[in-house]
């Protein structure tokens, strides 16, 4: 099942928005994409899960490699997660992720944690 | 209840597997958060199958069963390749709980771990591995006197707790409504029974003589020794037909029309 994803560039952040649901088939999707955003120099990154109503481990493997990733280097940025349905938040939670990343309610106010810096 | 189906081992049958989960939760009656934990748990056993046991996709098939008993849904997970049988008591802990050590191997396995009341792995050289992922039922959790009736048109009562002033008068409504309406095969499940006075006693003959004058009967499955001395002591061991299964009381009742 491939995965619809659009990305879109703010000034200070990258959005990305999955949408449908995440696991084995298609997180290398989500993996691929994230990987070329963060290739492409952008290290802040607002992932917008608001049409993500499914996702097992291989969503949170995707997600914890681009923090990683973006954690690397002189200049490290970040990966903020926006507006998760309460199944992603229980996916989140059961994975330890919960505390280790900032989540906002709205892709705006994600989008505002990077323009605060 | 029972289904049996086989999927090619790809990461794209995942999702035909979650849909042909569906029948078991419905039939088990699963609320929907139930139901979500058992399908990512299946997600990620099934996902650690192809990846561990077959060590990519298109390898082998993965038979999926799906049963439901009076207490649970049961799911299992067969496939043919080697042994794979992982330290599950070791993964309480989530993995990638800590920020500095970003392990994420073994997650899957936590997750279902988590998300199921039991899990077990066995090994058959020459046939393969099996997991089988329990999920309690809530409602026979919780509820004291839970009524459920068969295709075959008979009703079981599952009792739990202490057959005396707490749930007596409870069991004897759920028992007069069954009567009046004309249900006379009942079979009471005794398995979380841990005690039974005598107007519990009172209660079960008065019903099994009105079943008995309609050619129906009323019979106790899985009583434990000590509610079982009792019916000893007073005799009652001989006037009801007692088995140690539901499924058997269900095999010797069907037998009645």
Redesign the interface.
């Known amino acids: 099942m491939t995965l619809t994803i659009t990305t879109e560039e703010m000034d200070r952040c990258t959005v990305i928005k999955p949408s449908g649901r995440i696991d084995s088939s298609n997180a290398s999707d989500f993996d691929l994409v994230l990987n070329d955003v963060i290739d492409g120099g952008q290290k802040n990154l607002v992932l917008d899960l608001s049409e993500i109503d499914y996702m097992s481990s291989a969503g949170i493997r995707a997600i914890v490699s681009a923090r990683k990733m973006v954690k690397l280097g002189v200049f490290d940025g970040n990966v903020v997660i926006a507006a998760p349905s309460e199944r992603v938040i229980d996916v989140l939670n059961l994975s330890g992720m919960g505390r280790l990343f900032p989540i906002e309610t709205t892709v705006e106010a994600a989008v505002a944690d990077f323009a605060k810096k | 209840m029972k289904q049996t189906a086989t999927f090619p081992g790809?990461?794209?049958e995942?999702?035909n597997i979650g849909r042909f989960l569906v029948s078991g939760y419905d039939a088990a009656e699963l609320e929907d958060d139930a139901r979500?934990q058992v399908?990512?748990a299946t997600?990620?056993a099934?996902?650690n199958i192809?990846?561990h046991a077959y060590g990519a996709e298109n390898v082998g098939d993965i038979i999926v069963t799906w049963e439901t008993t009076d207490d649970a849904l049961t799911i299992t997970l067969q496939d043919t390749g080697p042994r794979f049988a992982p330290d599950i008591t070791a993964l309480e802990?989530?993995?990638?709980?800590d920020?500095e050590n970003?392990k994420?191997g073994g997650?899957?396995l936590?997750?279902i771990r988590?998300?199921m009341d039991e899990v077990h792995f066995s090994y058959e050289p020459y046939v393969g591995n099996t997991l089988t992922l329990v999920k309690w039922r809530k409602s026979a959790e919780t509820d004291p006197i839970l009524l459920k009736h068969t295709s075959s048109g008979l009703y079981i009562i599952t009792v739990r707790g202490r057959l005396d002033h707490a749930l007596n008068a409870q069991f004897e409504n759920a028992l007069d409504q069954l009567l009046v309406n004309s249900h006379f095969r009942i079979i009471v499940n005794m398995q979380h029974v841990t005690y039974i006075n005598s107007s519990g006693l009172r209660i079960l003959v008065s019903v099994w003589r009105r079943v008995r004058t309609h050619d129906g009967n009323l019979v106790l499955a899985n009583l434990d020794d000590h509610v079982m001395e009792v019916f000893t002591i007073v005799g009652f061991d001989k006037l009801f037909d007692m088995f140690d299964s539901v499924a058997a009381a269900q095999a010797a009742l069907e037998g009645i029309t």
Do not use: M, V
């Open positions: 790809r990461y794209a995942i999702r979500f399908e990512l997600d990620e099934t996902t192809i990846e802990q989530s993995p990638i709980a920020d970003l994420i997650l899957g936590h997750f988590t998300l």
